[in-house]
């Protein structure tokens, strides 16, 4: 049994009565909440849709020619069912940049068969346009959808000196944004 003094009860039924004013008063039953998110710039590149790693470009094939047939052979980069794609947010800007690959001389890339080299070129339009030189970045617009990897390529045979064989070079493209 509690016993209490006459002020200690009354302070405790004070405090009792005081909760039951409050639970007579309306609770808001409407509240506000914000709710965001962040849109990133960016782009994504693919090749083939069936890739599991990496990017498969495909590869730059100036076909077979005669060893003593001199001439330009132009090319285009990419695979025949899924060439590598850009794609890009609305107002993003790409920079692509090909190194000088594995057998470059100065700035002139070169394919090679055992000591002999093929010197050959790239470029962001077939035929033509901006000369892709080694490490230096060149803008792609690719704000408008999927766009193919804009790299083209002329090997310049010189007709004489070159042995017949498979000459080969190997490219790193970096894409940043």
Do not use: E
């Not at 002329?154 to 000196?161: C, E, K, Y």
């Amino acid at each position: 049994m509690v016993r209490c003094a006459t002020l200690g009860c009354a302070t405790v039924l004070a405090l009792a009565c005081s909760g039951l004013s409050r639970a007579n008063t309306q609770v808001p039953t409407t509240a506000n909440f914000l709710v965001s998110a962040t849109v990133s710039s960016g782009c994504w590149v693919v090749g083939n849709v069936s890739q599991t790693s990496g990017i498969g470009f495909g590869k730059l094939d100036f076909g077979s020619h005669p060893a003593v047939q001199a001439g330009s052979y132009d090319a285009a980069i990419g695979l025949a069912t899924s060439p590598a794609q850009v794609q890009c947010t609305p107002g993003a800007t790409v920079t692509m940049t090909i190194d000088g690959g594995q057998n470059a001389q100065g700035g002139q890339r070169r394919m090679r068969f055992g000591s002999y080299y093929l010197p050959y070129t790239l470029t962001t339009q077939a035929g033509g346009g901006t000369v892709v030189a080694p490490g230096v970045g060149v803008s792609v617009d690719a704000s408008a959808g999927p766009t193919l990897v804009p790299v083209y390529g002329r090997a310049t045979a010189p007709g004489a000196g070159l042995p017949a064989g498979n000459y080969t070079d190997t490219l790193q493209v970096v894409f940043s944004w």
